[in-house]
């Protein structure tokens, strides 16, 4: 049959100002998330964590925030720059009794960055 | 570090062969790695968990007779695609999970995935 064309949400900003990727989970029972980065034709490359713990973690020049009552979770790019231009993913995962992390990870659909120059 | 690959990076082959892709954990031991594959602009969607001496796990709709999974060593997780068709032309990446001993997380490292097309 004919395939329907997908297009990932863009997110297009300007050199230099501040980027804010959203991504809505799905498991109330997610307690461990992950934000990659996916450049074209690359794997995905793992940015920053946070543990259902916390609601708010920092990383150099990103921080990740997590709201639990509304499922949803963010990125924040400071001061972007292209080479900042990528895929964005969140990903959820669920850790296991031993505190490790046992199920799968499901991502998010995605968020393409484009920064203008 | 945490560093993962694959091999090959890209390969092309005919309809009805078979196809090898390997990934290894280059600096770290992973009892358990992770196949995706990825349509283009598209998220990633997980095949099959491959854990070291013991069967894969696949995922719902992942025939296990035609995506061949074997994971043989800490270091080394391969997928073969049986008889592969056109349809199967995807990208296809693995991931490493790394324990970190005495943290509470663990995070997964992905390889540089390999493309292929059949013709």
């Known amino acids: 049959g004919e395939s329907v064309g997908l297009h990932l949400p863009t997110l297009s900003v300007q050199e230099g100002d501040n980027s804010i990727i959203n991504c809505a989970y799905s498991n109330s029972a997610s307690d461990y998330f992950i934000w990659y980065k996916q450049e074209s034709g690359k794997g995905p490359q793992f940015i920053i964590d946070?543990?259902?713990?916390?609601d708010k973690r920092q990383g150099q020049r990103v921080t990740v925030l997590l709201n639990k009552t509304v499922k949803h979770l963010s990125l924040q790019i400071a001061a972007t720059q292209p080479g900042d231009s990528a895929v964005y993913f969140c990903a959820e995962n669920t850790l296991g009794n031993y505190g490790g992390a046992t199920n799968k990870l499901i991502f998010g659909t995605g968020t393409l960055l484009a920064v203008q120059p | 570090g945490a560093v993962v690959s694959q091999h090959p990076s890209w390969v092309i082959c005919k309809s009805g062969t078979s196809v090898k892709i390997e990934c290894r954990s280059l600096?770290?031991?992973?009892?358990?790695m992770f196949w995706y594959r990825q349509f283009p602009k598209q998220s990633l969607m997980l095949m099959a968990t491959s854990n070291e001496g013991s069967k894969a796990t696949y995922e719902q709709g992942v025939e296990k007779d035609k995506f061949l999974i074997n994971h043989a060593s800490l270091t080394l997780s391969t997928l073969t695609v049986t008889s592969a068709h056109p349809e199967d032309s995807s990208f296809y990446i693995c991931s490493a999970r790394k324990v970190k001993v005495r943290q509470l997380t663990d995070t997964q490292y992905f390889g540089p995935g390999t493309r292929l097309t059949v013709l």
């Open positions: 946070i543990r259902s713990n916390m």
């Open positions: 600096d770290f031991q992973a009892t358990t």
